[in-house]
């Protein structure tokens, strides 16, 4: 995620760090250096009938290619959005049963055990969103039977919750907890539980490819056709307005294609690490650990 203030003045004209500009830059030279050529023919030697093109045609496609774009990023921000409440929410459920794990167990190693299996599951969370070795970064934070136990398992996040919840019985079964107490704690389990099957459901349920192919094909149709139209009018100054236009439409459609999958590595995308950072620090702070880890910063205005 780009975390920055917002620009003022010229600033507007020259920041690179945190836009979309790099990502789109071949696609608008090119429309560049092809209106400049369609530019450079109709000025010098304009082809028979070059006068009767019209820029209506391309007036009415640019606004329906629009209002699609605009569909088309409305949904990919509310898949970004959702993606975001998920994990603010699991930051909420961690805290809570870390809170009440502190205040109604009192086995420290039961507690401590639950923690970092807490922690754990932030972790395995986010490596399967990412596509990454679930397993390796769950591993620090467990024992060596729970290691064994987790080699067993396909599915590593509900591995550990399945854990906890191990934990939580055993209280209950020696009298420590009220079955009451028990179902409260189990609740949050099941929040968490709730909160991964959210995530993958994003995860494996992308926007129809249909769609989004079509607005990829108008969008370059509308941007390589738009100079024809504009030239016999605009003469020179077609390069310049195909290549604003290109930036807008391409610029949107990037920035839909990055906000679509919310849990990858794009600058738009979140910072799933700083939050299971987040995570981390609370459960070790429950704990009473010193020190803490450091939450994690943006670099180069990039937070990851």
């Given at each position: 995620m780009i975390i920055?203030?917002?620009?003022?003045?010229?600033?507007?004209?020259?920041?690179?760090?945190?836009?979309?500009?790099?990502a789109i830059a071949p696609k608008v030279l090119a429309i560049l250096v092809l209106s400049i050529a369609v530019a450079a023919v109709v000025e010098l030697a304009p082809p028979i009938g070059i006068e009767r093109v019209s820029v209506t045609p391309f007036?009415?496609?640019?606004?329906?290619?629009?209002?699609?774009?605009?569909?088309?990023?409305?949904a990919c921000y509310d898949r970004?959005?959702?993606?975001?409440?998920?994990?603010?929410?699991?930051i909420y459920e961690s805290r809570s049963l870390a809170r009440q794990v502190h205040l109604l167990l009192a086995d420290d190693s039961g507690r401590?055990?639950?923690a970092y299996l807490t922690t754990a599951f932030a972790h395995a969370l986010a490596a399967r969103l990412r596509g990454r070795i679930?397993?390796?970064?769950?591993?620090?934070?467990l024992d060596k039977p729970q290691r064994e136990q987790l080699a067993e398992r396909e599915n590593v996040p509900d591995a550990l919750l399945s854990m906890i919840a191990a934990e939580l019985a055993q209280?209950?079964?020696?009298?420590?907890?009220?079955?009451?107490?028990?179902?409260?704690?189990?609740?949050?389990?099941h929040a968490m539980s709730s909160i991964q099957a959210g995530c993958e459901r994003i995860l494996s349920t992308p926007l129809p490819f249909a769609y989004t192919l079509l607005l990829h094909r108008c969008a370059w149709m509308f941007c390589v056709l738009l100079p024809f139209g504009l030239a016999s009018s605009l003469g020179w100054g077609t390069p310049v307005l195909?290549?604003?236009?290109?930036?807008?439409?391409?610029g949107l459609d990037q920035l839909g294609e990055e906000m679509e999958e919310p849990f990858g590595l794009e600058p738009n995308d979140l910072p799933l690490d700083a939050m299971v950072r987040t995570i981390e620090i609370d459960q070790l702070d429950a704990l009473g650990e010193r020190p803490l880890p450091e939450p994690l910063l943006p670099q180069g205005y990039l937070l990851q």
């Open positions: 920055r203030s917002r620009p003022h003045g010229w600033q507007l004209l020259y920041i690179l760090r945190g836009s979309i500009v790099p007036t009415l496609l640019g606004l329906v290619l629009s209002i699609f774009l605009s569909f088309r990023n409305s970004w959005w959702e993606g975001r409440k998920l994990w603010g929410q699991l401590r055990r639950i679930v397993a390796l970064v769950a591993l620090p934070w209280a209950l079964r020696s009298g420590e907890l009220e079955p009451i107490l028990y179902t409260q704690l189990e609740d949050r389990l195909s290549a604003v236009l290109a930036y807008a439409f391409f």
